[in-house]
């Protein structure tokens, strides 16, 4: 399996940056696909999950509302992460991971990750 997250770039507060994270070597049925996040000198961090299964998505509380998770209909190995009313604190670089899965894993059970990508939200 691999992961290819795309779509980082610098915005200002307020605005939007739509992340996508293309997927290959899906071989199961299922798979649940995460989005972290790792800010300078922070620990990484949980932020949505997309399950296949059942096309069910969850959110950290800091982007609950903010953030959308989906597949891409078209390419269903194209999952993305539609980022509104950004705020400083958003700053980090993104990763996409995957594990084939029935519903959204806890962070450790993520098999296989992607590179990062970079969004900086300033003005």
């Known amino acids: 399996v691999q992961l290819q997250a795309s779509g980082g770039g610098t915005v200002q507060p307020g605005g939007s940056l739509r992340l996508s994270c293309a997927a290959s070597g899906f071989t199961e049925d299922y798979y649940a696909v995460g989005w972290f996040r790792q800010a300078p000198g922070k620990e990484r961090e949980w932020v949505s999950c997309f399950s296949s299964s059942d096309g069910s998505t969850l959110y950290a509380d800091s982007v609950k509302g903010r953030f959308t998770v989906s597949r891409d209909n078209a390419k269903n190995t194209l999952y993305l992460l539609q980022m509104n009313s950004l705020k400083p604190e958003d700053t980090a670089v993104y990763y996409c991971?995957?594990?084939?899965?029935?519903?959204?894993?806890?962070?450790?059970?993520?098999?296989?990750w992607g590179q990062g990508t970079l969004v900086t939200v300033s003005s």
């Open positions: 991971a995957a594990v084939p899965y029935y519903g959204c894993p806890l962070e450790y059970e993520y098999r296989y």
